[in-house]
Protein backbone atom coordinates (compact mmCIF):
# COMPACT_ATOMS: atom_id res chain seq x y z
CA UNK A 1 0.00 0.00 0.00
CA UNK A 2 1.12 3.25 -0.78
CA UNK A 3 -0.58 6.69 0.12
CA UNK A 4 0.08 8.33 -3.47
CA UNK A 5 -0.74 4.78 -5.33
CA UNK A 6 -2.76 5.85 -8.48
CA UNK A 7 -3.13 2.36 -9.70
CA UNK A 8 0.62 1.97 -11.65
CA UNK A 9 2.88 -0.89 -10.54
CA UNK A 10 6.41 0.31 -9.60
CA UNK A 11 9.39 -1.24 -10.74
CA UNK A 12 10.50 -3.58 -8.13
CA UNK A 13 14.56 -2.55 -7.92
CA UNK A 14 13.10 0.97 -8.18
CA UNK A 15 10.26 0.34 -5.12
CA UNK A 16 12.96 -1.73 -3.43
CA UNK A 17 15.83 1.36 -3.87
CA UNK A 18 13.41 3.94 -2.89
CA UNK A 19 11.83 2.38 0.42
CA UNK A 20 15.32 1.31 1.58
CA UNK A 21 15.66 0.79 5.63
CA UNK A 22 12.59 2.79 5.63
CA UNK A 23 10.46 0.37 7.23
CA UNK A 24 12.93 -0.88 9.31
CA UNK A 25 13.50 2.71 10.63
CA UNK A 26 9.69 4.01 10.82
CA UNK A 27 9.30 1.25 13.48
CA UNK A 28 11.05 4.28 15.78
CA UNK A 29 8.62 6.45 14.49
CA UNK A 30 5.31 4.45 15.06
CA UNK A 31 3.79 5.74 18.14
CA UNK A 32 4.74 9.42 17.26
CA UNK A 33 3.15 8.82 13.66
CA UNK A 34 -0.04 8.26 15.57
CA UNK A 35 0.48 11.06 18.29
CA UNK A 36 0.82 13.54 15.03
CA UNK A 37 -2.63 12.01 14.03
CA UNK A 38 -4.49 12.11 16.73
CA UNK A 39 -3.84 15.88 17.33
CA UNK A 40 -4.28 16.80 13.31
CA UNK A 41 -8.05 14.72 13.50
CA UNK A 42 -8.90 16.70 16.73
CA UNK A 43 -8.05 20.00 14.73
CA UNK A 44 -9.96 18.67 11.77
CA UNK A 45 -12.85 18.16 13.29
CA UNK A 46 -12.74 21.62 15.14
CA UNK A 47 -12.72 23.21 11.40
CA UNK A 48 -15.70 21.01 10.37
CA UNK A 49 -13.74 18.46 8.41
CA UNK A 50 -14.60 15.61 10.80
CA UNK A 51 -17.78 14.93 12.38
CA UNK A 52 -17.78 14.86 16.77
CA UNK A 53 -18.97 11.08 16.61
CA UNK A 54 -16.25 9.88 13.66
CA UNK A 55 -13.51 11.70 15.58
CA UNK A 56 -14.20 9.95 18.79
CA UNK A 57 -14.21 6.77 16.76
CA UNK A 58 -11.00 7.19 15.49
CA UNK A 59 -9.00 8.23 18.47
CA UNK A 60 -10.41 5.16 20.08
CA UNK A 61 -8.88 3.12 17.23
CA UNK A 62 -5.62 5.35 17.62
CA UNK A 63 -5.17 4.48 20.83
CA UNK A 64 -5.41 0.83 20.34
CA UNK A 65 -2.61 1.37 17.98
CA UNK A 66 -0.82 3.57 20.07
CA UNK A 67 -0.94 1.07 22.49
CA UNK A 68 0.70 -1.85 20.39
CA UNK A 69 3.52 0.69 18.81
CA UNK A 70 4.31 2.17 22.45
CA UNK A 71 4.79 -1.37 23.63
CA UNK A 72 7.24 -2.45 20.38
CA UNK A 73 4.37 -5.11 18.96
CA UNK A 74 3.66 -2.88 15.62
CA UNK A 75 4.67 -4.42 12.33
CA UNK A 76 4.96 -2.40 8.82
CA UNK A 77 3.92 -5.52 6.67
CA UNK A 78 6.10 -6.38 3.47
CA UNK A 79 3.89 -4.58 0.78
CA UNK A 80 3.00 -1.69 2.92
CA UNK A 81 5.59 1.38 2.18
CA UNK A 82 6.03 2.90 5.92
CA UNK A 83 4.65 4.08 9.11
CA UNK A 84 2.40 6.46 7.56
CA UNK A 85 0.55 3.83 4.74
CA UNK A 86 0.45 1.10 7.64
CA UNK A 87 -1.37 3.33 10.42
CA UNK A 88 -3.57 4.67 7.11
CA UNK A 89 -4.50 0.94 6.43
CA UNK A 90 -5.13 -0.12 10.06
CA UNK A 91 -7.43 2.66 10.52
CA UNK A 92 -9.28 1.84 7.02
CA UNK A 93 -9.07 -1.64 7.80
CA UNK A 94 -10.93 -1.31 10.98
CA UNK A 95 -13.44 1.72 10.10
CA UNK A 96 -13.97 1.73 6.66
CA UNK A 97 -14.01 4.75 4.47
CA UNK A 98 -14.10 6.69 7.81
CA UNK A 99 -10.30 5.79 7.95
CA UNK A 100 -9.86 7.95 5.12
CA UNK A 101 -10.33 11.58 6.22
CA UNK A 102 -7.25 11.20 8.78
CA UNK A 103 -5.12 12.85 5.54
CA UNK A 104 -7.21 15.79 4.79
CA UNK A 105 -4.79 18.72 4.64
CA UNK A 106 -1.32 17.21 5.71
CA UNK A 107 1.15 15.59 3.44
CA UNK A 108 3.71 12.63 3.94
CA UNK A 109 6.04 15.69 4.17
CA UNK A 110 4.81 17.17 7.22
CA UNK A 111 3.55 13.91 8.41
CA UNK A 112 7.62 12.58 8.61
CA UNK A 113 8.65 15.70 9.99
CA UNK A 114 6.39 15.81 12.85
CA UNK A 115 7.12 12.66 13.51
CA UNK A 116 10.82 12.88 13.08
CA UNK A 117 10.24 16.04 15.52
CA UNK A 118 8.10 13.84 18.49
CA UNK A 119 10.76 11.51 18.10
CA UNK A 120 13.66 13.39 18.21
CA UNK A 121 11.98 15.20 21.59
CA UNK A 122 11.53 11.91 23.21
CA UNK A 123 14.74 10.85 22.26
CA UNK A 124 16.62 14.01 23.31
CA UNK A 125 14.47 13.38 26.80
CA UNK A 126 16.27 9.84 27.30
CA UNK A 127 19.65 11.43 26.15
CA UNK A 128 19.37 14.32 28.73
CA UNK A 129 18.25 11.81 31.61
CA UNK A 130 21.19 8.88 31.21
CA UNK A 131 23.81 12.02 30.40
CA UNK A 132 22.52 13.29 33.88
CA UNK A 133 22.54 9.92 36.08
CA UNK A 134 26.09 9.75 34.71
CA UNK A 135 27.01 13.27 35.90
CA UNK A 136 26.03 12.59 39.04
CA UNK A 137 27.61 9.43 39.79
CA UNK A 138 30.62 11.78 38.31
CA UNK A 139 30.44 14.07 41.21
CA UNK A 140 30.14 11.22 43.63
CA UNK A 141 32.80 9.73 42.42
CA UNK A 142 34.92 13.57 42.56
CA UNK A 143 33.84 13.74 45.97
CA UNK A 144 34.86 10.64 47.35
CA UNK A 145 38.45 10.76 45.68
CA UNK A 146 38.93 14.09 46.15
CA UNK A 147 41.97 13.44 48.51
CA UNK A 148 43.56 10.84 45.87
CA UNK A 149 46.52 12.09 43.96
CA UNK A 150 47.48 10.82 40.72
CA UNK A 151 49.53 12.20 37.83
CA UNK A 152 48.64 14.57 35.17
CA UNK A 153 49.81 14.55 32.30
CA UNK A 154 51.06 16.85 29.48
CA UNK A 155 52.43 15.60 25.89
CA UNK A 156 51.91 11.95 27.48
CA UNK A 157 54.62 12.76 30.64
CA UNK A 158 54.09 13.33 33.97
CA UNK A 159 53.51 17.02 34.24
CA UNK A 160 52.02 17.67 37.75
CA UNK A 161 49.95 16.29 40.42
CA UNK A 162 46.13 15.84 39.94
CA UNK A 163 43.28 13.79 41.94
CA UNK A 164 41.14 11.42 41.19
CA UNK A 165 38.54 13.81 42.21
CA UNK A 166 40.00 16.75 40.14
CA UNK A 167 39.44 13.62 37.54
CA UNK A 168 36.19 12.52 37.78
CA UNK A 169 35.31 16.29 37.99
CA UNK A 170 36.54 17.33 34.64
CA UNK A 171 34.10 15.34 32.73
CA UNK A 172 31.28 15.99 35.04
CA UNK A 173 31.97 19.57 34.05
CA UNK A 174 32.60 18.77 30.78
CA UNK A 175 28.67 17.13 30.41
CA UNK A 176 26.98 20.16 31.57
CA UNK A 177 28.71 22.08 28.43
CA UNK A 178 27.37 19.33 26.06
CA UNK A 179 24.17 19.40 28.03
CA UNK A 180 23.79 23.51 27.09
CA UNK A 181 24.05 22.31 23.50
CA UNK A 182 21.52 19.71 23.61
CA UNK A 183 19.35 22.01 25.29
CA UNK A 184 19.98 24.49 22.16
CA UNK A 185 19.05 21.53 20.06
CA UNK A 186 16.08 20.80 22.26
CA UNK A 187 14.73 24.35 21.72
CA UNK A 188 15.12 24.38 17.39
CA UNK A 189 13.75 20.64 18.03
CA UNK A 190 10.51 21.62 19.77
CA UNK A 191 8.72 23.32 17.07
CA UNK A 192 5.23 22.21 15.48
CA UNK A 193 5.82 21.48 11.72
CA UNK A 194 2.74 20.21 11.06
CA UNK A 195 -0.11 21.97 8.83
CA UNK A 196 2.67 23.07 6.41
CA UNK A 197 1.55 19.68 4.14
CA UNK A 198 3.58 19.29 1.53
CA UNK A 199 5.58 22.57 2.23
CA UNK A 200 3.60 25.10 1.05
CA UNK A 201 0.82 24.97 3.37
CA UNK A 202 -3.16 23.95 2.41
CA UNK A 203 -6.45 25.83 1.46
CA UNK A 204 -7.84 24.52 4.35
CA UNK A 205 -8.40 26.53 7.50
CA UNK A 206 -5.87 24.19 9.63
CA UNK A 207 -5.64 25.16 13.38
CA UNK A 208 -2.02 24.52 13.67
CA UNK A 209 -1.93 26.81 16.93
CA UNK A 210 -4.18 23.96 18.06
CA UNK A 211 -1.99 20.91 17.10
CA UNK A 212 0.53 22.75 18.62
CA UNK A 213 -0.87 23.08 21.87
CA UNK A 214 -1.94 19.20 21.90
CA UNK A 215 1.37 18.26 20.97
CA UNK A 216 3.19 19.87 23.82
CA UNK A 217 5.24 22.03 21.16
CA UNK A 218 6.81 25.16 22.48
CA UNK A 219 6.26 27.08 19.63
CA UNK A 220 5.56 26.82 15.52
CA UNK A 221 7.33 26.48 12.38
CA UNK A 222 5.54 29.52 11.08
CA UNK A 223 6.64 29.86 7.51
CA UNK A 224 5.36 26.32 5.93
CA UNK A 225 9.03 26.69 3.68
CA UNK A 226 11.08 26.92 6.75
CA UNK A 227 9.21 23.96 8.59
CA UNK A 228 9.63 22.03 5.34
CA UNK A 229 13.49 22.96 5.75
CA UNK A 230 14.02 21.88 8.86
CA UNK A 231 14.32 18.43 7.86
CA UNK A 232 17.83 17.69 8.22
CA UNK A 233 18.71 20.89 9.65
CA UNK A 234 17.09 19.84 12.87
CA UNK A 235 19.32 16.42 12.66
CA UNK A 236 22.18 18.38 11.91
CA UNK A 237 21.20 20.80 15.13
CA UNK A 238 21.26 17.71 17.22
CA UNK A 239 23.87 16.04 15.77
CA UNK A 240 26.29 18.84 16.85
CA UNK A 241 25.36 18.50 20.49
CA UNK A 242 25.79 14.35 20.26
CA UNK A 243 29.51 14.97 18.53
CA UNK A 244 30.38 17.15 22.15
CA UNK A 245 28.90 14.58 24.15
CA UNK A 246 30.67 11.47 22.38
CA UNK A 247 33.72 13.43 22.97
CA UNK A 248 33.35 13.71 26.24
CA UNK A 249 32.89 10.16 26.23
CA UNK A 250 35.50 8.80 23.74
CA UNK A 251 38.11 10.76 26.08
CA UNK A 252 36.93 9.30 28.87
CA UNK A 253 36.92 6.30 27.25
CA UNK A 254 40.56 6.27 26.40
CA UNK A 255 42.07 7.35 30.32
CA UNK A 256 40.35 4.75 31.36
CA UNK A 257 42.17 2.43 29.15
CA UNK A 258 45.24 4.03 29.31
CA UNK A 259 44.67 3.89 33.32
CA UNK A 260 43.56 0.24 33.25
CA UNK A 261 46.84 -0.96 31.65
CA UNK A 262 49.62 -3.06 33.65
CA UNK A 263 52.15 0.13 33.00
CA UNK A 264 49.76 2.86 34.55
CA UNK A 265 47.44 0.80 36.75
CA UNK A 266 45.62 3.28 38.45
CA UNK A 267 42.59 2.30 38.32
CA UNK A 268 40.89 -2.01 38.20
CA UNK A 269 38.10 -2.79 36.75
CA UNK A 270 36.35 -6.21 38.18
CA UNK A 271 37.07 -9.39 36.24
CA UNK A 272 33.00 -9.47 35.15
CA UNK A 273 33.84 -6.32 33.19
CA UNK A 274 36.61 -7.58 31.15
CA UNK A 275 36.80 -9.67 28.37
CA UNK A 276 39.41 -12.44 28.16
CA UNK A 277 42.02 -13.62 25.11
CA UNK A 278 41.82 -17.11 22.91
CA UNK A 279 45.09 -17.18 22.98
CA UNK A 280 47.04 -15.47 26.17
CA UNK A 281 45.16 -17.00 30.08
CA UNK A 282 46.21 -13.46 31.40
CA UNK A 283 44.32 -10.95 29.46
CA UNK A 284 41.19 -9.03 31.21
CA UNK A 285 40.69 -6.63 28.44
CA UNK A 286 38.68 -3.34 28.63
CA UNK A 287 36.59 -3.80 25.82
CA UNK A 288 33.52 -2.41 27.06
CA UNK A 289 35.86 1.08 26.52
CA UNK A 290 37.24 0.25 23.93
CA UNK A 291 34.12 0.44 21.87
CA UNK A 292 32.72 3.51 24.04
CA UNK A 293 35.55 4.94 22.32
CA UNK A 294 35.02 3.61 18.78
CA UNK A 295 30.80 4.20 18.76
CA UNK A 296 31.79 7.90 20.27
CA UNK A 297 34.19 8.79 17.71
CA UNK A 298 31.86 7.20 14.89
CA UNK A 299 29.22 9.76 16.47
CA UNK A 300 31.87 12.60 16.31
CA UNK A 301 31.65 11.88 12.75
CA UNK A 302 27.75 12.29 12.12
CA UNK A 303 27.13 15.99 11.97
CA UNK A 304 29.72 15.15 8.85
CA UNK A 305 27.60 12.73 7.38
CA UNK A 306 24.50 14.47 7.63
CA UNK A 307 25.84 18.11 6.36
CA UNK A 308 26.58 16.02 3.34
CA UNK A 309 23.34 14.05 2.96
CA UNK A 310 21.77 17.72 2.71
CA UNK A 311 24.26 19.97 1.07
CA UNK A 312 23.72 21.78 -2.12
CA UNK A 313 19.86 20.95 -1.81
CA UNK A 314 17.50 23.66 -2.82
CA UNK A 315 14.01 24.17 -0.82
CA UNK A 316 11.17 22.34 -0.87
CA UNK A 317 11.45 18.82 -0.22
CA UNK A 318 13.73 15.78 -1.66
CA UNK A 319 13.85 12.42 -1.17
CA UNK A 320 17.35 12.12 -0.48
CA UNK A 321 16.15 13.67 3.34
CA UNK A 322 14.90 9.87 3.99
CA UNK A 323 18.23 9.33 4.38
CA UNK A 324 18.19 11.21 7.77
CA UNK A 325 16.91 8.53 9.52
CA UNK A 326 19.62 6.07 8.69
CA UNK A 327 22.34 8.32 10.08
CA UNK A 328 20.89 9.74 13.12
CA UNK A 329 18.39 6.69 15.16
CA UNK A 330 21.63 4.28 15.28
CA UNK A 331 23.78 6.96 16.50
CA UNK A 332 21.02 7.59 18.87
CA UNK A 333 20.80 4.24 20.16
CA UNK A 334 24.78 4.17 19.88
CA UNK A 335 25.15 7.24 22.15
CA UNK A 336 22.61 6.00 25.04
CA UNK A 337 24.15 2.67 24.95
CA UNK A 338 27.74 4.53 25.70
CA UNK A 339 26.41 6.83 27.94
CA UNK A 340 24.39 3.92 29.87
CA UNK A 341 27.76 1.49 29.82
CA UNK A 342 29.88 4.36 30.94
CA UNK A 343 28.16 4.91 34.27
CA UNK A 344 27.80 1.18 34.49
CA UNK A 345 32.02 1.05 34.22
CA UNK A 346 32.25 3.57 36.27
CA UNK A 347 30.65 2.54 39.23
CA UNK A 348 32.44 -0.74 39.40
CA UNK A 349 36.20 0.93 38.74
CA UNK A 350 38.32 0.46 42.32
CA UNK A 351 41.06 3.35 42.35
CA UNK A 352 44.22 2.74 43.59
CA UNK A 353 45.56 5.16 46.37
CA UNK A 354 49.38 6.09 46.86
CA UNK A 355 49.77 6.67 43.57
CA UNK A 356 52.22 9.06 43.85
CA UNK A 357 54.30 7.64 46.42
CA UNK A 358 56.47 6.18 43.72
CA UNK A 359 59.77 7.25 42.89
CA UNK A 360 58.97 7.24 39.54
CA UNK A 361 56.08 9.95 39.96
CA UNK A 362 58.49 12.36 42.39
CA UNK A 363 59.18 14.53 39.53
CA UNK A 364 55.81 16.00 39.41
CA UNK A 365 56.00 18.02 42.40
CA UNK A 366 58.65 20.26 40.83
CA UNK A 367 56.09 23.14 40.24
CA UNK A 368 55.54 22.90 44.11
CA UNK A 369 59.05 23.53 44.81
CA UNK A 370 59.57 26.52 42.38
CA UNK A 371 56.26 28.31 43.82
CA UNK A 372 57.57 26.97 47.44
CA UNK A 373 60.83 29.14 46.59
CA UNK A 374 58.81 32.32 45.21
CA UNK A 375 56.78 32.18 48.15
CA UNK A 376 59.87 32.71 50.24
CA UNK A 377 61.37 35.59 47.94
CA UNK A 378 62.68 33.96 45.16
CA UNK A 379 62.00 35.12 41.78
CA UNK A 380 59.78 32.85 39.95
CA UNK A 381 62.75 32.55 37.04
CA UNK A 382 65.39 32.04 39.33
CA UNK A 383 63.47 29.13 41.02
CA UNK A 384 63.05 28.09 38.02
CA UNK A 385 66.55 27.25 37.14
CA UNK A 386 67.59 26.48 40.52
CA UNK A 387 64.91 23.34 40.81
CA UNK A 388 66.09 22.61 37.01
CA UNK A 389 69.69 22.52 38.19
CA UNK A 390 69.13 20.49 40.85
CA UNK A 391 67.17 17.52 39.06
CA UNK A 392 69.74 17.94 36.40
CA UNK A 393 71.98 17.19 38.89
CA UNK A 394 70.09 14.46 41.04
CA UNK A 395 69.51 17.03 44.16
CA UNK A 396 66.22 17.51 43.91
CA UNK A 397 64.05 16.48 46.78
CA UNK A 398 60.07 17.08 46.11
CA UNK A 399 57.13 18.89 48.16
CA UNK A 400 54.71 16.49 48.29
CA UNK A 401 52.59 18.53 50.45
CA UNK A 402 50.12 20.27 48.42
CA UNK A 403 48.26 23.23 48.73
CA UNK A 404 45.82 24.05 45.89
CA UNK A 405 43.20 26.58 47.14
CA UNK A 406 42.00 28.26 44.47
CA UNK A 407 38.37 27.57 42.08
CA UNK A 408 38.71 24.73 40.23
CA UNK A 409 41.96 23.35 41.96
CA UNK A 410 43.05 19.87 43.63
CA UNK A 411 42.23 21.26 47.13
CA UNK A 412 39.04 23.49 45.85
CA UNK A 413 37.10 21.18 43.51
CA UNK A 414 34.08 24.01 43.61
CA UNK A 415 31.37 20.56 42.80
CA UNK A 416 29.10 23.12 44.08
CA UNK A 417 29.51 25.27 41.58
CA UNK A 418 29.28 22.91 39.02
CA UNK A 419 26.47 20.94 40.43
CA UNK A 420 24.54 24.33 40.17
CA UNK A 421 25.96 25.19 36.27
CA UNK A 422 24.01 21.45 36.17
CA UNK A 423 20.51 22.37 37.69
CA UNK A 424 20.68 25.67 35.24
CA UNK A 425 21.09 23.33 32.26
CA UNK A 426 18.32 21.12 33.27
CA UNK A 427 16.22 24.02 34.06
CA UNK A 428 16.26 24.57 30.17
CA UNK A 429 14.20 21.74 28.91
CA UNK A 430 10.70 21.80 29.65
CA UNK A 431 9.80 17.89 29.76
CA UNK A 432 7.30 18.51 32.40
CA UNK A 433 5.03 19.96 30.07
CA UNK A 434 5.73 18.18 27.05
CA UNK A 435 4.83 14.81 29.05
CA UNK A 436 1.11 16.79 30.27
CA UNK A 437 0.50 17.58 26.69
CA UNK A 438 1.64 13.65 25.37
CA UNK A 439 -0.28 12.20 28.26
CA UNK A 440 -3.58 14.33 27.73
CA UNK A 441 -3.77 13.24 24.13
CA UNK A 442 -2.51 9.62 24.36
CA UNK A 443 -4.51 8.58 27.71
Not at 159 to 176: D, V
Request: charged share 25%; glycine share 6%; net charge negative.
Amino acid sequence: MKLWDKGIATNELVEQFTVGLDREMDLYLAPFDVMGTMAHITMLQTIGLLEKNELDTLLAELKKIYATAAAGKLKIEDDVEDIHSQVELMLTRSLGDMGKKVHSGRSRNDQVLVDMKLYLRHEVRQIFDLAASLFKTLIALSDKHKDDLMPGYTHLQVAMPSSFGLWFGAYAECLTDDLRMLSAAYKVINQNPLGSAAGYGSSFPLNRTLTTKLLGFSDLNYNVVCAQMGRGKTEQDLSFAMAAMAQTLSRMAMDMCMYNSQDLGFVHLPDEFTTGSSIMPHKKNPDVWELVRGKCNRIKALPTDITLTISNLPSGYHRDLQLLKEQIIPAINDLKDCLRLAELMLKNTEVRKDIMKEPKYQLAFSVEVVNKLVLSGVPFRDAYKQVAFDIKDGRFVPETHINHTHEGSIGNLCNDQIDRKFAEVSASFDFASVEAAVNSLVK
